[in-house]
């Protein structure tokens, strides 16, 4: 699959990372362009470029930006009419320990109303960086869950495609409108990472008996 990351940070390099030994052909791109050279020069099948040309003939592009910093992003990629976007983001607060929206709305249901002509898909938010670039295997044989909520069931499929070729096991979490149930779940995973003094290798799964 070819795949947009926007974002150089600790989750747009997991995704780098992750998505490369999938077999995917990445395109990196941030607001530093020699970091995202220097992120494209450790893995095969990543390329770095500037905004305007990130974009290409990317199937799916991931925003792995912070919450405010997503549409911007997103619109300086340029026509993303008809795109699948993954939004990882969490609307947190300055100290990550609360978010600044929330019962009636989420942070992808705001960047869906802001680009209407994309496919917003809400997945990968409730992982930590380092749970992301250390692959979706735990110890005992667990294996860690990806929630996916969208409207479009095609954007859907492709985002739990994408997410079981990483590896991961999914959960299809409905529609858009319960990104407002997974992102105060990111945040029970932050407080209990941070707060709780847990670590950044935990994350939540879903069990079937």
């Not at 077999?23 to 990196?28: A, I, L, Q």
């Not at 992982?127 to 735990?138: C, N, R």
């Not at 409207?151 to 070729?165: G, I, M, P």
């Not at 299809?172 to 941070?194: F, K, S, T, W």
Request: hydrophobic fraction near 45%; proline fraction near 3%.
């Amino acid at each position: 699959m070819k795949i947009t990351v926007i974002g150089t940070g600790n989750m747009g390099s997991g995704f780098a990372k992750q998505l490369s030994a999938a077999g995917h052909s990445v395109r990196v791109t941030g607001r530093d362009i020699l970091k995202a050279e220097a992120l494209a020069d450790q893995y095969p099948n990543v390329s770095a470029h500037g905004a305007a040309e990130a974009l290409a003939d990317s199937e799916v592009v991931v925003i792995a930006t912070g919450y405010v910093d997503a549409v911007p992003a997103l619109q300086s990629l340029g026509d993303l009419g008809g795109k699948i976007v993954i939004d990882i983001t969490n609307p947190l607060s300055a100290d990550y320990m609360s978010l600044t929206m929330g019962h009636d709305t989420s942070a992808a249901e705001e960047i869906a109303k802001a680009l209407p002509q994309v496919h917003i898909v809400k997945a990968f938010n409730t992982l930590f960086a380092q749970v992301l670039v250390d692959g979706p295997k735990f110890e005992n044989e667990q294996r860690g869950s990806v929630f996916v909520a969208a409207d479009n069931e095609r954007a859907k499929q492709t985002a739990v495609s994408l997410a079981q070729s990483m590896g991961w096991n999914t959960v299809d979490a409905g529609g858009l409108v319960n990104a407002r149930y997974l992102e105060p779940l990111a945040g029970l995973n932050i407080y209990l990472g941070y707060g709780a003094g847990l670590g950044t290798s935990i994350a939540p799964v879903w069990l079937n008996k």
